[in-house]
């Protein structure tokens, strides 16, 4: 169920996601404060989920059976109120997360005390304020409100070698089989959707317990 | 998401489930004290869930993609940690689980007192102890640690009003949009899968409270 092909790095959670997620935002809101109360750090990996359905033969849950369609929509906001967090189901979904995930990528390595701040600020504004997060200049807009670089921000959507990051986290989500999102790993361990964050914590927990000898 | 030809009657949670299902054993071990906490009883509905896949187009967990199945068999086990149940992955898997639901269906016209214990020594036969559900002999065995009536117990999966309440039940949980197991109704308000037993104490509380007039 785990590729040994990659091994998050110790008192690290990988945590992969896609812009366009509504189970990533309400995991991109609550990962890092889950990681910390066991001593973990946690890094953010942004994936095109529609090249991992590729893959896998699957889709949005939006565009599966209608049953399971709108009961998708109505646990998604249930699923935010139980986390106590707000959520609005887009007028435009699903939006294409590319260029939000490349202009994070610019950020992690340019100014990566901003980039988790961006993500945040980009999945509230999907899923909070009916946002359009597609649009270069919309995505600028964003980095207004956390005074991002707009020249560097804009460079980051056509710069190749953030293209390529994107690709290359596809490709290592495709070798850890990453079906879904958000995904996180501890270790070779995979722990897929929001509601799973408990049971990363229980195992985060466990490992906190082994490596100081209790 | 609701179908409004049904409605579960006030103070009771109505509860679908298969008994091929891994989730519905995890969720027939916790439902009933999950309710009672909020002042609800619970009614146990046994459905087919490959009749509800024909109208879905949808099929078992582990019949779905490698990445996605495999990670299903280990999530089963970890659900099953996280909630303090003994699980083991039985060797023959799926079973058909219609002779129980007949045996179950009996029950709870004959001796209700012993339906729902009757289907957790069926849920814990396979799923803890790698039973077969499958055949009427091992049901009857079922039955005998349970001081059941044997003759009654082997007329059930034969008999054609129980044959129909199962039909009819498929035909019900149809009607209300169900699409997977274990999928819990409230009225009309629908959860589903046993990681959504903490969203359905969550609305039982809110009605409780409602109806003491705070």
Do not use: C
């Amino acid at each position: 169920m785990t590729s040994t092909a990659a091994r998050t790095p110790d008192r690290q959670v990988d945590f992969y996601f896609d812009f366009s997620s509504p189970y990533s935002y309400l995991a991109a809101e609550a990962v890092d404060a889950a990681a910390a109360r066991h001593g973990h750090t946690v890094n953010w990996i942004p994936i095109m989920l529609g090249v991992i359905f590729k893959s896998t033969g699957s889709g949005p849950l939006t565009e599966q059976h209608p049953w399971r369609a709108s009961y998708a929509v109505m646990d998604f906001k249930r699923s935010a109120d139980m986390a106590g967090l707000p959520f609005a189901f887009p007028s435009r979904f699903p939006q294409a997360g590319h260029n939000a995930a490349r202009v994070l990528l610019g950020l992690q390595k340019t100014a990566p005390h901003k980039a988790k701040p961006f993500a945040l600020a980009v999945f509230r504004n999907l899923f909070v304020h009916d946002g359009d997060i597609q649009q270069a200049d919309n995505l600028a807009a964003i980095g207004k409100t956390l005074d991002l670089d707009e020249a560097a921000l804009l460079a980051s959507i056509q710069d190749p070698v953030v293209k390529s990051q994107l690709v290359a986290n596809n490709e290592a989500a495709t070798r850890r089989q990453v079906f879904g999102a958000p995904t996180f790993f501890v270790g070779s361990e995979q722990f897929w959707g929001h509601d799973r964050l408990p049971h990363l914590e229980r195992r985060l927990a466990e490992l906190a317990a082994t490596q100081t000898g209790r």
